[in-house]
């Protein structure tokens, strides 16, 4: 009876919580969501430790953690999930601790370690997942990461030096103004540092950023990628080759799912992290483009392939997808800002969504299946 009120009061208090977060008064939502892991942990801890008693134990020690974590208390947090864990809970509620056990890592080595970023760093860390553990991540999928926020590093220095949007950006984003360097990260799950640095000697425009506008700016956009609100993206980037491109990019450093889990960005500024895969938010962005274009009347015809990129024929942003089978292979047309993403897929198994327009195919997303 005891650790029902208590549950039952703990529950009453995370409401009114909530309700004043969505009110932004989240000061007074703080201590709410704290009164209320006090009451939700007395009520665990009345929980004899035994397997009779589950899952109600593993629950209470999980709602706990949980008005712990979102009450910023995140050594609290990480206690009560160990507790919570340290019975017999069920499968279901055990992959839901370790879940917030994971971003409640995130959060601890956020706070110990943006204190002591210098400027234009940022770390990214990589968790969860068959391809991770700690200090170590699957070759390719930490290759296809890194040469993705290269790409968006290099396009943010080349657009807000008010250059144009071209394919060769080398051309005139000399690099050696800018050098992007990776080290490894404190040990914790896999983790690396990003440094970017600027030989003042060497401008590259008059209105040049400065190293730590653009980590700034491409850690930001990619929260924007990441939640799905490209809107927000493109009042941002108004360039469509630009946030097209940009955006290409941000899903290439997305989860997957299986072989990384969660992906944080730990900044001087920001931290968050997000556990979306591409998959995922290329549907969400997909569903929201037919509705918007349903209700303007107009459907565009999607297709979707399997089979290997192969070298392009010859033209310009054209090239060729091998399908299965004896199928005749399809001449993929590539707009500017996708070309790079294309290029990454040579000789690749991988799966595409196309645009038809009469009789040609436009490339819209790409996802490698090897």
């Known amino acids: 009876s005891r650790i029902c009120e208590l549950h039952d009061e703990a529950m009453d208090i995370m409401n009114k919580a909530i309700e004043l977060e969505s009110e932004g008064r989240n000061e007074e939502a703080l201590n709410l969501f704290l009164r209320a892991c006090d009451l939700e942990s ?60 994971d971003e409640i890592k995130f959060k601890i080595i956020a706070e110990e370690t943006a204190q002591d970023l210098k400027e234009a760093e940022t770390e990214i860390r990589f968790f969860g997942g068959e391809g991770v553990g700690y200090g170590r991540i699957l070759a390719r999928a930490l290759m296809q990461k890194v040469d993705a926020l290269e790409k968006m590093v290099a396009r943010t220095i080349q657009r807000k030096s008010g250059l144009p949007f071209e394919n060769h950006p080398k051309k005139h ?104 895969t591409k998959k995922e938010l290329s549907a969400e962005i997909e569903k929201s483009e037919d509705a918007s274009l349903h ?50 897929y040579f000789g690749d198994l991988v799966e595409i969504k196309c645009e038809k327009r009469g009789t040609k195919y436009y490339l819209k997303d790409i996802t490698s299946l090897q």
């Open 42 to 101: 007395e009520s665990a801890y009345l929980v004899e430790k035994n397997e009779v008693n589950e899952p109600s134990r593993g629950m209470l020690f999980l709602g706990a953690a949980s008005l712990a974590w979102r009450g910023k208390e995140y050594q609290r947090a990480e206690r009560l999930v160990c507790e919570g864990l340290s019975g017999f809970p069920t499968e279901k509620t055990k992959q839901d601790l370790r879940q917030l056990h």
């Open 173 to 276: 984003i000399a690099l050696p103004s800018y050098q992007l360097n990776v080290e490894w990260a404190p040990a914790g799950s896999f983790g690396m540092r990003v440094r970017l640095t600027q030989k003042l000697a060497e401008p590259i425009s008059l209105i040049a950023p400065t190293p730590q506008e653009i980590l700034d700016e491409v850690v930001n956009n990619i929260q924007i990628v990441s939640t799905g609100n490209e809107e927000d993206l493109r009042k941002k980037i108004e360039d469509e080759e630009y946030c097209a491109h940009f955006v290409s990019q941000a899903k290439e450093m997305l989860p997957d799912g299986k072989t990384v889990k969660n992906v944080g960005f730990i900044g001087s500024k920001k931290s968050f992290t997000t556990s979306k």
């Open 295 to 344: 209700s303007k009347k107009k459907t565009p015809e999607i297709h979707t392939y399997k089979g290997w990129l192969r070298l392009s024929d010859g033209f310009k942003n054209r090239f060729v997808l091998s399908t299965e089978g004896d199928e005749k292979p399809i001449q993929i047309h590539v707009r500017d800002a996708l070309e790079e993403l294309a290029k990454k």
